[in-house]
């Protein structure tokens, strides 16, 4: 069973940090693309990040220059680092992935799995 899974949400201060993780489970041969999403309730949900197997990076302006994804392969895992945090950066943050999978013998492409979302809460 490949599945994603999220961590590192929580409740900070205007101006902190968070790290989130999302770490990619399963016979995983590679991550081909991992964004990162958020939402908030009554809206659509935002494109906040991505990137790609061979390390580009993407950025909605309103994260750039705050927000940074970075992964580690060895650990099939993706990192969202929040700086600089905003009351408006208060959502709950999906993780979203394009896998590869190696079982018995046979590559699989699995598209736009998503993990179960983590909350970040920005409060004073």
């Known amino acids: 069973q490949v599945q994603l899974v999220e961590s590192g949400g929580g409740l900070v201060q205007p101006g902190g940090s968070l790290r989130l993780s999302c770490a990619a489970s399963g016979r995983i041969v590679r991550i081909d693309v991992m964004n990162w999403y958020r939402q908030v309730p009554g809206k659509e949900r935002e494109l906040v990040a991505t990137i790609a197997s061979a390390g580009s990076t993407n950025y909605a302006d309103s994260v750039k220059g705050r927000f940074t994804i970075s992964s580690d392969n060895a650990k099939n895992t993706v990192y969202l680092q929040l700086n600089s945090l905003k009351l408006e950066d208060t959502a709950v943050y999906y993780c979203?992935?394009?896998?590869?999978?190696?079982?018995?013998?046979?590559?699989?492409?699995?598209?736009?799995?998503w993990g179960q979302g983590t909350q970040v809460t920005v409060s004073s």
């Open positions: 979203n992935a394009d896998l590869t999978t190696y079982s018995a013998g046979i590559f699989t492409q699995i598209r736009d799995l």
